[in-house]
């Protein structure tokens, strides 16, 4: 994977758009704390809202734009829970354990998806009339299904 790092930027890209968990886990103040100039008393229930983090003007360059590039040479900026503006796994001590394995199944997939075949919209669709809207739960998904054309893209004995 060290070796694609444009799959690597998409992940993140959509990561930040699209996270899976909107909001992360509720998580409980141990201690009074101060953040970011934010008083935080022990006992208090912290949300962390991973979809307006993604989207917030202050911190990323016209954020609804899809975008992969604006993570090409920025190796700082990753999704292991070091870099706050982008937690799609969270951080500390309570974050994701299968994060890694969820990230390379992803990778590995999305890089196997792209390389195995031509990817299209049906017929007369643009790009731009394709919905992202989300549904919000748990782990949130499209509201409307994607369509696509596939075709194959590899001499048809690869399959
Ligand atoms: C792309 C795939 C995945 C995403 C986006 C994801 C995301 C998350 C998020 C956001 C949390 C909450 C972290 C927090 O509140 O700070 C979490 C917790 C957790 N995830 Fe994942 N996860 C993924 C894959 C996996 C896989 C593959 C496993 C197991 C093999 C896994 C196991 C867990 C467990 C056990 C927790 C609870 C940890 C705790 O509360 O201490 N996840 N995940």
């Known amino acids: 994977m060290a070796r694609l790092p444009y799959i690597e930027a998409i992940i993140k890209e959509t990561m930040r758009r699209h996270p899976v968990a909107v909001m992360l886990a509720p998580h409980l103040a141990m201690e009074h704390c101060n953040v970011g100039g934010y008083d935080i008393c022990k006992g208090t229930r912290v949300f962390i809202n991973t979809w307006s983090m993604g989207r917030?003007?202050?911190?990323?360059?016209?954020?609804?734009?899809?975008?992969?590039?604006?993570?090409?040479?920025?190796a700082n900026i990753d999704?292991?829970?070091?870099?706050?503006?982008?937690?799609p796994f969270g951080s500390g001590r309570r974050m994701c354990p299968g994060y890694s394995l969820g990230l390379k199944m992803i990778q590995s997939?999305?890089?196997?998806?792209?390389?195995g075949f031509n990817w299209k919209l049906p017929e007369n669709m643009k790009p731009?009339?394709?919905?992202?809207?989300?549904?919000?739960?748990?782990a949130t998904i499209r509201k409307f299904p994607l369509v696509a054309i596939t075709e194959p893209r590899l001499p048809l004995h690869l399959y």
């Open 128 to 138: 731009q009339d394709l919905s992202m809207d989300e549904v919000y739960g748990l």
């Open 56 to 74: 917030d003007p202050s911190v990323w360059d016209s954020p609804e734009d899809f975008r992969p590039e604006r993570f090409l040479g920025k």
């Open 79 to 87: 999704v292991k829970g070091q870099n706050f503006e982008l937690l």
């Open 109 to 115: 997939s999305l890089a196997n998806m792209l390389h």
